[in-house]
């Protein structure tokens, strides 16, 4: 299990976070809602180890941060890769930097990836040519090479045609059933609707 304990965080003299307490299971979607500025993101980052709350702590099944960490995949809103590699390569060296599988292994993952988030077509473009939407189905992916057991997703929808949004709900749906803990960042009530087992309003 995934738990948040007692978590805040503040920015200069504003409280974003106020003693945020969750629990996430495995097998199960949460989906965290809220108007824009209520901490969404700010807790996701915490619950990634990207970000360190002034108080409170994070753990998965009372393991260490370290050992907590690798047990996570974190996708945010902001697009990190490689502008001049291909979708490929972008996947394929991103896997290498988290070292958790062999390149055999990592180019059966990416393969598979490519065709369930409908990136067949445009696999060997470089990222820099590119749409924002499509950008953001290789930053999901990205995020999905790795060996994880819960899945971080800041407003993975952003910038998505419809065509995306059915894939990605999908891939989510198919990664909860594989028993993966999925908490998603979300505001359009449609996708919350059809996803979330339960929501957390901040």
């Known amino acids: 299990m995934l738990k948040v304990e007692s978590v805040s965080k503040s920015y200069k003299d504003k409280m974003v ?3 945020i307490s969750l629990e996430l ?17 700010t807790l996701l980052s915490i619950m990634a180890f990207s970000l360190k709350p002034d108080s409170g702590k994070v753990s998965v099944d009372e393991m260490d941060m370290k050992a907590s960490k690798k047990l996570i995949a974190y996708a ?3 697009v990190t890769l490689f502008e001049e590699l291909s979708v490929t390569d972008n ?28 990136m067949s077509d445009f696999r060997r473009k470089r990222i ?5 939407g499509q950008k953001r189905r290789v930053n999901l992916a ?5 060996d994880y057991e819960y899945l ?20 989510i749906l198919s990664e909860k059933k594989n028993g993966k803990g999925i908490i998603i960042a979300e505001h359009n009530k449609e996708i919350i609707s059809q996803l979330a087992d339960r929501t957390i309003n901040l």
């Not at 949460?30 to 993101?41: A, E, Q």
């Not at 820099?128 to 924002?132: E, H, M, R, V």
């Not at 990205?142 to 790795?146: E, G, I, P, R």
């Not at 971080?152 to 891939?171: H, Q, T």
């Open 91 to 118: 996947l394929l060296a991103w896997s290498s930097f988290k070292g958790s599988d062999s390149r055999k292994r990592s180019k059966e993952k990416a393969q598979s990836l490519i065709e369930e988030l409908g």
């Open 142 to 146: 990205v995020t999905l090479m790795s």
């Open 17 to 19: 976070l106020d003693s």
């Open 76 to 78: 945010p809103q902001a």
């Open 128 to 132: 820099d040519k590119l749409s924002g």
């Open 152 to 171: 971080l997703l800041d407003e993975p929808f952003a910038g998505i045609d419809s065509a995306g949004e059915e894939l990605i709900k999908n891939l």
């Open 25 to 41: 299971s495995k097998g199960e979607i949460v989906v965290l809602i809220g108007p824009n500025g209520s901490g969404k993101s």
